[in-house]
């Protein structure tokens, strides 16, 4: 199983991001996602999350009301979109797979590579 993030970048604070997560190997669809960021000397933290089937989610509470997360099952993909970044939200950011969704990152079995967010003041 692969998990490919996307969609990183320089960002000024105020702007927007949408970060993709692709799967491939085998299909993650019942599968709970998550996204986690790491920032430069700190412990990596959770972010959002969402259930199999897209209908729960939930988020980090220093992202919520900014950042909303989705799934297309049928493109085993899901998405990060984040609004009104804020320079504290720079960092690596993660996708995850688990068995369900969690904010705990010791539930999840498999991780994509990071993508770069920074986010300039």
């Known amino acids: 199983v692969q998990l490919q993030a996307s969609g990183g970048g320089l960002v000024q604070a105020g702007g927007s991001l949408r970060l993709s997560c692709a799967t491939s190997g085998r299909t993650l669809s019942n599968n709970g996602m998550g996204w986690f960021r790491q920032a430069a000397g700190k412990e990596r933290e959770f972010v959002a999350t969402?259930?199999?089937?897209?209908?729960?989610?939930s988020y980090a509470a220093s992202v919520k009301g900014r950042s909303t997360i989705s799934r297309d099952r049928a493109k085993n993909t899901v998405i990060l979109q984040m609004n009104n970044l804020k320079p504290e939200d720079t960092g690596a950011y993660y996708c995850?797979?688990?068995?369900?969704?969690?904010?705990?990152?010791?539930?999840?079995?498999?991780w994509g590579q990071g993508t770069q967010v920074t986010v300039s003041s």
């Open positions: 969402i259930d199999w089937s897209g209908g729960t989610t």
């Open positions: 995850a797979a688990g068995p369900r969704s969690n904010w705990d990152l010791g539930e999840y079995n498999y």
